[in-house]
C-alpha cells in the first residue's frame, strides 16, 4: 500500500498557497523523496495537490483541468461538476485519490467517493498521511503567529514532516 503524501492548502491575505512533501512510501521503503504532488491548472489560476495514488491523482488533475475551462475558470461550478462525474462513474469511483483545489476566493476538498468538502474556517485543508499534523500546526500558528500564508503553509509541513513517517520535509510551495 502507497503512502503518500501530506498537502496543505491556506488561503488568506486575498492570496492562495498549497504546498506539499516530496516523499512517496511503499509499505516501510521510500521510493522516492522529491515527488511533486501540486500544480497550477486553469491558466495559472487556480492551485490543486493530490494525495494517494499516483497514477489516479494525474487522471483526476487532467480531467478536473478539463472541466475548469468548460466551467469559464469558476471553481465553485468546476467542484460541483467534477463531484457530480466522480460519483455516477464506475471507474472513476475506484480511483484511489483526494485533492485539494483553491483560488484567492475558495478551498475545497473533493473526496475519492465524490464528495465536495469547505473547510469549516473557509480557508485551511489538509490531506494525506500528515494532514492532521499540518493541519493542527496551520490552525494553530493562523491563530497566534504573525505569518505570511507562505511561511505559515512551510512551517506547517516542516513540523508534519518531522512527525510523520510518510512525510518528509522536500517541501514544494505555489502561491496565487
Same mark, same amino acid.
Given at each position: 500500500?502507497?503512502?503518500?503524501?501530506?498537502?496543505?492548502?491556506?488561503?488568506?491575505?486575498?492570496?492562495?498557497?498549497?504546498?506539499?512533501?516530496?516523499?512517496?512510501?511503499?509499505?516501510?521503503?521510500?521510493?522516492?523523496?522529491?515527488?511533486?504532488?501540486?500544480?497550477?491548472?486553469?491558466?495559472?489560476?487556480v492551485l490543486a495537490g493530490?494525495?494517494?495514488?499516483?497514477?489516479?491523482?494525474?487522471?483526476?488533475?487532467?480531467?478536473?483541468?478539463?472541466?475548469?475551462?468548460?466551467?469559464?475558470?469558476?471553481?465553485?461550478?468546476?467542484?460541483?461538476?467534477?463531484?457530480?462525474?466522480?460519483?455516477?462513474?464506475?471507474?472513476?469511483?475506484?480511483?484511489?485519490?483526494?485533492?485539494?483545489?483553491?483560488?484567492?476566493?475558495?478551498?475545497?476538498?473533493?473526496?475519492?467517493?465524490?464528495?465536495?468538502?469547505?473547510?469549516?474556517?473557509?480557508?485551511?485543508?489538509?490531506?494525506?498521511?500528515?494532514?492532521?499534523?499540518?493541519?493542527?500546526?496551520?490552525?494553530?500558528?493562523?491563530?497566534?503567529?504573525?505569518?505570511?500564508?507562505?511561511? &505559515?503553509?512551510?512551517?506547517?509541513?516542516?513540523?508534519?514532516?518531522?512527525?510523520?513517517?510518510?512525510?518528509?520535509?522536500?517541501?514544494?510551495?505555489?502561491? &496565487?
Open positions: 500500500m502507497f503512502h503518500a503524501t501530506t498537502i496543505l492548502g491556506y488561503k488568506a491575505e486575498g492570496k492562495a498557497v498549497i504546498g506539499g512533501d516530496g516523499q512517496v512510501s511503499f509499505g516501510d521503503t521510500i521510493l522516492k523523496g522529491n515527488a511533486t504532488k501540486i500544480r497550477t491548472l486553469g491558466d495559472g489560476k493530490f494525495a494517494g495514488s499516483t497514477a489516479d491523482a494525474f487522471n483526476l488533475f487532467d480531467m478536473f483541468e478539463t472541466i475548469l475551462a468548460e466551467k469559464k475558470g469558476d471553481l465553485f461550478k468546476s467542484v460541483i461538476g467534477f463531484s457530480k462525474l466522480w460519483r455516477k462513474d464506475k471507474h472513476l469511483r475506484q480511483l484511489e485519490a483526494m485533492m485539494i483545489v483553491l483560488n484567492a476566493d475558495h478551498i475545497y476538498i473533493l473526496t475519492g467517493t465524490g464528495d465536495v468538502v469547505e473547510p469549516q474556517d473557509g480557508k485551511i485543508a489538509a490531506i494525506g498521511s500528515g494532514g492532521n499534523y499540518a493541519i493542527s500546526a496551520a490552525r494553530a500558528l493562523d491563530k497566534h503567529a504573525t505569518l505570511s500564508p507562505k511561511e &505559515l503553509v512551510q512551517e506547517s509541513l516542516q513540523v508534519a514532516g518531522e512527525l510523520c513517517i510518510y512525510t518528509n520535509t522536500n517541501i514544494k510551495i505555489l502561491e &496565487l
